[in-house]
């Protein structure tokens, strides 16, 4: 059996990228990157991690991608997958079997509403959007050679042809993040980049706590015996001492998981840099 080349096709997929090569490169034999215009780190970061790179511009129609792929290399079968938002990552190790049967072209088109009713084997190729290809070499052959106006119809009968249509998941109304429907939460992470629990929690805390200690002292003091009324101020008292002392032992963590999360956004922004 011919080697497999698992193509990763797509664009701006420079957070995604790491783990699709290294999980294509447990099942396959070879990745290759097939950029459609990246404007971010996505070709510097396929280059660090000896991802070879190819740069397609043209309509990404089966015939144009087979001729782009055969003229890269034309020694084993190939796996072109398309990244966007409605792949996961989990679904590689079965389009990698598929890869792997006997089919000289396994293709699959993204559905829509308009063309539920029509036999993916009569698509053009021009209006035809490329979900994944699986390719023998002898299959990429004779993809290369179709016009952009035919059909997988059209492939020679000696192949062993598979057509799909992939519908896209429906759109589903997202949920908020706690950081955007709670104004408790905005409020947290505001606190938590700023000084502002040392202000808020810190200072108050610290007059309670003084105030709380130096009256436990005098007012406790001052009772000869206890009844409702002299207990009802000696809980209040402590109660203020207690209170000032959480609100500063608060304004301590919170200040402190602000420093962290400073820390980890600066690592984070540093990794393009290394």
Known sequence: MADLRVVLMGSDIELRLVSLIVRAREIADDVLLMDTGSSDGTIALAKKVEC???SFDANADAPSLAKALLEHDDSCNVLLVK???QFKLRDLPLLVNRAREKWDVHLSFIGTTADENINPQNVVYQSGKVSH?????????????ASTMAAPFDLPDNLRVRVLTSKPLPKMQQRESLASASRF???FYWMLETRHPLIMFGIPGAILFIVGYKLSGNV??????????TIGAGFAVIGVTLMGLFAMMVGLILYIMGKQVKQMQAQYDDLPKR
């Open 52 to 54: 070879d790179v190819i």
């Open 83 to 85: 990244i966007d938002g």
């Open 133 to 145: 290809l699986a390719a023998s070499i002898e299959g990429l052959v004779e993809l290369s050679k």
């Open 185 to 187: 939460a905005r409020l």
């Open 220 to 229: 406790l003091d001052t009772f000869s015996e206890w009844n409702q009324s």
